[in-house]
């Protein structure tokens, strides 16, 4: 097989985390599919460490790649422009919104930070192709960048069983995310309380390796794992997703609801960003941007069995044309390799240095 080829063009991945969830879910599934295209992926962790000379340390592999793809790595500005030096080709793989700083506080705006706008639009500037996961995203890197293509975060829709499992005749509601990101629960925490004195099963289930202190609200708590988080998902009754609308949550990629609609669930989201390209209201789930809509869109969706399953199945159908992994990883891995093969002036030069 190509893969098994020592002598097949090597593209490197660049990887400050290589087990976080972007890199897992974005990249990670695109190395089988560019080994069957003939080349030989691999990945390469760049520690935090003295700025350049972690570059030097690996000059020889980098410079000799076909390609060397930048997974969101946080390069400093020096050391993007001297990769550029060594290497073929490049390209550069973002799915947050890496310019800006994350707010301090929900609802509070965030801060600029000159250095983070510098380093991002040098990463865009040496790469010969930017991977965006979203349209928000690549509207950022556009000015800076040669070419740009967005490729949402897939999910592994083969994990996620089409038929819906029997349900408790609970009501659950199901978050899940990382432990940072509980704060978004505050936009909805008063709409869930006032739920919960109607609905005296209403349970919210958070899967995660933590939960808000709440104590109006029976909350659930289920440790992630990657093993466990499908069936958390699909015995759940409806996923919530609520953002702020800032600049920080608009480079969101809406993965959450996607695993939701991956599990035929019903959703209820912020109206921000790539949610609102996710969600159509009243066909796959309902947007909502104040309490009193949170409110009201899951009182219905908890009244309503029928409805909800309705919108469970067009959410699935939503997973199954743009999101499942089977998709779009061989599109990530074809739109990699059409960048690492050889470009005709590119061969010409070379066979003439030989």
């Keep these: 097989m190509d893969c098994e080829r020592a002598d097949a063009p090597e593209v490197v991945f660049l990887a400050n985390k290589p087990d976080a969830p972007s890199f897992r879910h974005r990249l990670q599934p695109a190395l089988p599919e560019l080994a069957a295209r003939g080349f ?4 390469e962790v760049l520690p935090s460490g003295v700025v350049l000379l972690r570059l030097l340390e690996r000059r020889r592999r980098l410079s000799s790649a076909a390609a060397v793809v930048l997974a969101k790595t946080k390069l400093h500005p020096p050391e993007a422009r001297l990769l550029r030096r060594w290497c073929r080709r490049v390209v550069y793989d973002f799915d947050d919104a890496v310019y800006t700083v994350r707010p301090r506080r929900v609802g509070h705006r965030p801060a600029q930070s000159p250095l983070r706008q510098w380093r991002f639009a040098t990463l865009c500037g040496i790469a010969d192709l930017v991977l965006a996961c979203n349209e928000t995203l690549a509207a950022r890197a556009r000015p800076h960048a040669k070419r740009v293509e967005v490729v949402p975060t897939p999910v592994d829709l083969e994990r996620y069983p ?11 509601l199901v978050w899940i995310g990382m432990p940072e990101n509980l704060r978004y629960l505050e936009l909805v925490h008063s709409a869930l309380a006032r739920l919960a004195g109607e609905f005296r099963d209403l349970t919210l289930r958070i899967i995660s390796s933590a939960a808000p202190p709440w104590t109006d ?3 659930e708590l289920v440790p992630w794992s990657e093993a466990g988080e499908v069936d958390a998902l699909r015995t759940a009754d409806i996923g919530i997703m609520p953002l702020s609308d800032d600049h920080w949550s608009n480079g969101k990629c809406s993965f959450k609801l996607v695993q939701y609609m991956a599990a035929s669930l019903p959703c209820v989201a912020s109206r921000v960003a790539m949610n609102c390209e996710v969600v159509t209201p ?3 789930g309902y947007l909502a941007a104040t309490a009193v809509e949170w409110e009201n869109h899951l009182r219905a969706l908890l009244t309503e069995d029928d409805r909800g399953r309705s919108l469970g199945r067009a959410g699935r159908q939503l997973v199954e044309q743009r999101f499942d992994r089977r998709l779009v990883a061989p599109h990530t891995a074809e739109l990699i390799a059409a960048v690492a093969r ?3 002036q590119q061969e010409l030069t070379l066979n003439h240095q030989s």
């Excluded at 089409?162 to 659950?172: F, Y």
């Design 40 to 43: 030989r992926p691999s990945v």
């Design 162 to 172: 089409k038929d819906p499992p029997s349900r408790s005749p609970a009501r659950t």
């Design 217 to 219: 609200v029976p909350i």
């Design 282 to 284: 009243g066909r796959n």
């Design 342 to 344: 050889p470009q005709p």
